[in-house]
């Protein structure tokens, strides 16, 4: 439990460095650009990541924060037939799906 519990907290800290220092990783690590460009951003990651710590967490604030940046960040309003390490939209609407239906019934 304890090494669990530490490790939720690295999850959550590495949560809060990348909502805090935004931005493609590609354009801090110049050489990756011809192997992995980041197309999508990384707007997507944030609202997975959010998502993915409300499910582990029951935290109402990770929650919060797709439903109030679920908009500005793109890919909750377009047909999205892709899912890769890039883009994460496809999986970002699939799992607020389910949050949605879970909460719809309690």
């Given at each position: 439990l304890i090494v669990v519990n530490n490790k939720m907290g690295l999850i959550l800290q590495l949560f809060e460095f990348g909502d805090k220092y935004r931005g493609k990783y590609d354009e801090s690590i110049g050489v990756v650009k011809g192997y992995y460009a980041s197309f999508s951003g990384y707007m997507d990651e944030l609202l997975w990541a959010a998502l993915w710590l409300y499910k582990a967490t029951d935290n109402e604030e990770y929650l919060g924060y797709v439903l109030e940046k679920a908009h500005s960040f793109g890919g909750i309003t377009w047909t999205m037939t892709e899912f890769?390490?890039?883009?994460?939209?496809?999986?970002?609407q699939i799992i607020a799906s389910m949050v949605r239906h879970s909460l719809s019934l309690n």
């Open positions: 890769s390490w890039d883009v994460k939209y496809v999986g970002v």
